[in-house]
């Protein structure tokens, strides 16, 4: 087998993509999709700067829906496939842009998932981006392989790492440091969500998963990688995520909002 003759088109594209930042966690649920897309969103509040979000959530494309723009299609265009935007400087693909039924990716098998992810790196007219943050499914699989894999000459700034206080959670996230070091991928550090929760009745401070406080600051310790910060549980994150909008821009005086802006001013 020769070389991939995909390569040098996947390494013109991202020679106009300054930053390449992977989002990653050991478990589902945890939270990686939504803080893909508010880390998204926050880079974008400053115009100059401009923002994609590749989602190679194949079998679970969570995407269209947190940035407001399910139902949307992809357009093509002689320069290739164009982005969904949410605003001028943010752009969206995802593979929930191309099914006519959001579920009819889960039976996908490698080599499809492969080839799409491919396409995405190749064929999307981003034009010149500051950042592409990439959000990944839960583990690493096949979608983390073919990444790192085409990716790996054009170079990925690095990967953050998201989990909850949970021991369940923290131990799959270890497997997601091993696999950063063995493919080469640099890790910017790892993101706790979920850490506590401020009643907005009372303000009091509830520790939700309770033996584990500072779990994941120790693991990062142990671990030597930088920890980024602890986000609260907030309803209101999870309500602007099922609405598509952005939680950063509406609930700017929450504990959740200072946590989120100081977490990715790390980043
Ligand atoms: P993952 O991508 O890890 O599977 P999601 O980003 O889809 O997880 O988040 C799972 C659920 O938790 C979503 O409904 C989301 O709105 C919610 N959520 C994520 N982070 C928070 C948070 N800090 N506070 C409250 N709800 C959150």
């Known amino acids: 087998k020769g070389p991939d003759p995909s390569i040098p088109l996947i390494n013109e594209r991202m020679a106009d993509v300054k930053h390449k930042i992977l989002v990653l966690s050991g478990k589902g649920g945890v939270g990686k999709s939504t803080f893909t897309t508010n880390l998204a969103f ?13 989602d190679i959530d194949i079998t679970g494309p969570s995407m269209p829906k947190m940035t407001g ?59 010149a981006l500051d950042y592409l943050v990439v959000d990944t499914p839960p ?15 054009s170079g990925i700034t690095g990967a953050v790492l998201v989990t909850t206080p949970q021991e369940m959670s923290l131990q799959d996230v ?18 706790e969500n979920m850490a506590g929760f401020v009643c907005p009745g009372c303000h009091k401070e509830s520790v939700i998963f309770a033996p584990n406080t500072g779990g994941a600051r120790k693991m990062a310790e142990d671990m030597k ?22 939680f950063l821009d509406i609930y700017t005086d929450s504990p959740a909002h200072k946590a989120y802006m100081d977490v990715i001013d790390k980043i």
């Open 139 to 153: 583990g690493t699989s096949d979608e983390h392989l073919s990444a790192v894999q085409y990716l790996k000459e």
């Open 225 to 246: 990688i930088p920890f980024l910060g602890s986000i609260p549980l907030d309803p209101r994150i999870g309500k602007s995520c099922d609405l598509g909008e952005s």
């Open 69 to 127: 723009l399910e139902g949307e299609t992809i357009h093509q265009s002689n320069t290739g496939w164009s982005p969904v935007y949410v605003s001028d400087n943010l752009g969206v693909m995802s593979v929930g842009f191309m099914l006519q039924n959001a579920d009819d990716a889960v039976i996908w098998r490698g080599p499809k998932k492969n080839g799409i992810i491919k396409q995405f790196l190749k064929d999307v007219d981003w034009g």
């Open 174 to 191: 270890r497997k997601e440091i091993s696999f950063c070091r063995k493919v080469g991928v640099p890790i910017i550090g790892v993101v």
């Open 42 to 54: 926050a880079l974008s509040f400053d115009d100059s700067v401009q923002v994609g979000i590749m």
